[in-house]
């Protein structure tokens, strides 16, 4: 029997998800199976209710993508009531998306995914004077002085004196695939906690625009902040230069930080730029419309689906088309009306519960069985990857100049071919690409609302549509969304007024999903096979891997009953068995 090895959780922050690896007589992994542990079921609670309303309760399936399921829900309203939004509107939507991707891309970098490359504790042993020569000679960074590393140094230590590691806790430190020196650790470790501090202005833009932060207030037909400057609670000049100086403060950390780091640390790990890939599918719905904001053609990332690595062949999906896109059911603990084996488009989806699995806690999945609370989306019955890599791959093959130009760069500085980008080191470098090139776009759009603001444009709601009373008696819409994660789209079925069905297809729906109908694994699933671990009990190489997909597991699956209510905790500590 081969050697089971249970991960369980296995993200950093949030829990809810469950890798089991079988590993083969040389320790790597010859098979893995990715299970969803809570059961989802937010489409029910939409059920009956105001379509209007609908994005105040989906921005409430995650904390941390606070803006995503708005947008795709307020995109899926419109697009099934045929609303236009006014040009204004669509730059400042275009601004609070940038934002998120910017704020959510470093705090994976730093919070979510670092730890599983930079050991803290050796950062200890550190010569801070090394630290500084290191630090000066990839950015200009202010704070790169050998005092101020020192200071850092000792903080450090006093957490690891206290003999709780409080936010370093949950790691593998001392692991032998721990590979920088204790100078980079030094590095990363300080701009971890400046990454902690930096993240209260960046957002300043959702607090403006949408009235606080976290969860910020949305409304069908453009935004809820109108634009008046001579106004106290519009959009005007001293607003406006908050959201000038965020942006540049943004655009000083992405240079200066994010970037560097990550190439500082890449060279060290370069033998990830040959594991972790998986499928060598990618799907996006696209992102940051144009003035017609249904005009995929307008869209800064492409609406693509790539198959099997031919970026030259680039495929635009039809999120309407209901023999393409589907979820199944198979390996889900979920039961379909016409049989586990028909695969469904969202706007026919189902929700419906049938947990058949052992009780928690079990030693294994019955992965013969169904195993997970995620559905298994197909498009064409392929699994597909979602996410950065999907997002920069699109771009890059329709000719977007900075993403070339970028990606190119990467891979020399790292002396690595293109074919390093279908890996967990492309895809963490990926989302490093896409953050430099949607943080400049950012003072485009600012730009271009200032003139847009100059040239009297100051509409930002289209009411035309907004009153039931001018609505079809039926009208269904999709609502797209390219959340920091990936694909993220919202399928809404309008009858007499109300939501007659809501599905909700997540990025990490996609990527975590259990084998399908026909037996093909996820993104998570495909993507570990072949990867060799130096130390079973201590799978730090699993981590990498997954995480580099930033799994978003409350989006994907919730613990709900009929009437709202918890049914229970789960533990956030990392808790590892091999059987």
């Known amino acids: 029997m081969a050697q089971?090895?249970?991960?369980?959780?296995?993200?950093?922050?949030?829990?809810?998800?469950r890798i089991e690896a079988e590993l083969d007589a040389s320790n790597k992994i010859a098979k893995a199976y990715s299970s969803g542990t809570m059961v989802r079921g937010i489409e029910l609670i939409l059920q009956g209710r105001d379509p209007r309303d609908a994005w105040a309760y989906t921005q409430r399936a995650c904390g941390v993508c606070t803006t995503v399921h708005s947008f795709a829900s307020i995109r899926s309203v419109e697009d099934a009531l045929d609303i236009k939004i006014p040009k204004a509107a669509n730059l400042i939507r275009n601004l609070m998306i940038a934002q998120q991707y910017v704020h959510d891309h470093v705090m994976h970098f730093y919070h979510l995914h670092a730890l599983d490359w930079v050991d803290v504790v050796?950062?200890?042993?550190?010569?801070?004077a090394e630290t500084s020569r290191i630090q000066q000679s990839i950015s200009a960074w202010r704070n790169s002085s050998p005092g101020y590393f020192a200071d850092v140094q000792r903080k450090v230590q006093a957490i690891v004196d206290s003999g709780q590691l409080s936010l370093f806790a949950n790691a593998y430190w001392g692991h032998p695939a721990y590979k920088l020196p204790p100078e980079v650790n030094l590095l990363a470790t300080a701009h971890y906690l400046e990454a902690l501090d930096w993240q209260s202005h960046v957002t300043k833009i959702h607090t403006i625009f949408g009235g606080k932060n976290p969860h910020p207030n949305f409304v069908v037909g453009g935004v809820p902040m109108p634009i008046d400057p001579n106004s106290d609670t519009a959009l005007n000049a001293e607003r406006l230069s908050i959201i000038k100086d965020s942006i540049a403060r943004m655009i000083e950390f992405v240079d200066q930080v994010y970037i560097p780091d990550l190439l500082a640390i890449a060279p060290y790990y370069l033998d990830y730029a040959a594991l972790g890939e998986g499928l060598g599918n990618f799907l996006t719905w696209g992102e940051f419309p144009g003035t017609d904001n249904s005009d995929t053609s307008q869209f800064l990332v492409p609406r693509a689906v790539i198959m099997g690595r031919d970026l030259g062949n680039l495929i635009e999906p039809d999120p309407n088309d209901f023999n393409?896109?589907?979820?199944?059911?198979?390996?889900?603990?979920?039961?379909?009306?016409?049989?586990?084996g028909v695969g469904l488009h969202p706007w026919e989806g189902e929700t419906k519960f049938n947990f058949t699995g052992p009780q928690p806690p079990y030693e294994q999945l019955e992965v013969e069985q169904k195993y997970s609370w995620l559905k298994a989306p197909r498009w064409n019955e392929a699994p597909m990857e979602v996410g950065p890599l999907a997002r920069v791959l699109a771009m890059y093959a329709t000719g977007h100049e900075q993403t070339q130009e970028l990606t190119n760069y990467?891979?020399?500085?790292?002396?690595?071919?293109?074919?390093?980008?279908?890996?967990?080191?492309?895809r963490t470098a990926a989302r490093g690409i896409e953050t430099k090139i949607f943080v400049d776009a950012m003072?485009?759009?600012?730009?271009?609302?200032?003139?847009?603001?100059?040239?009297?444009?100051?509409?930002?709601?289209?009411?035309?549509?907004w009153e039931p009373v001018t609505w079809p008696k039926q009208a269904k819409g999709f609502g797209y969304m390219e959340a920091p994660r990936g694909a993220l789209g919202h399928w809404i079925v309008i009858n007499d007024q109300k939501i007659e069905n809501y599905q909700m297809v997540v990025p990490t729906t996609w990527n975590a999903s259990p084998r399908d109908h026909n037996g093909l694994p996820g993104a998570y699933e495909a993507s570990l096979v072949g990867t060799p671990l130096a130390k079973p009990e201590w799978p730090l190489e699993i981590l990498r891997t997954i995480h580099s997909f930033d799994p978003c597991m409350a989006c994907a699956i919730h613990m709900i009953d009929a009437e709202g209510n918890d049914l229970g905790e789960v533990a956030t500590g990392l808790n590892v068995c091999v059987s």
């Open 4 to 17: 089971r090895l249970v991960v369980d959780p296995i993200t950093r922050i949030e829990g809810h998800l």
């Open 122 to 128: 050796s950062a200890l042993k550190a010569d801070p």
């Open 324 to 340: 393409l896109m589907k979820e199944f059911v198979a390996h889900s603990w979920y039961d379909y009306s016409k049989g586990d």
């Open 410 to 426: 990467v891979l020399k500085t790292l002396g690595a071919p293109i074919e390093a980008v279908f890996s967990t080191l492309g």
């Open 443 to 465: 003072m485009g759009y600012f730009n271009e609302l200032i003139d847009t603001i100059k040239a009297g444009d100051t509409k930002t709601f289209a009411g035309d549509k």
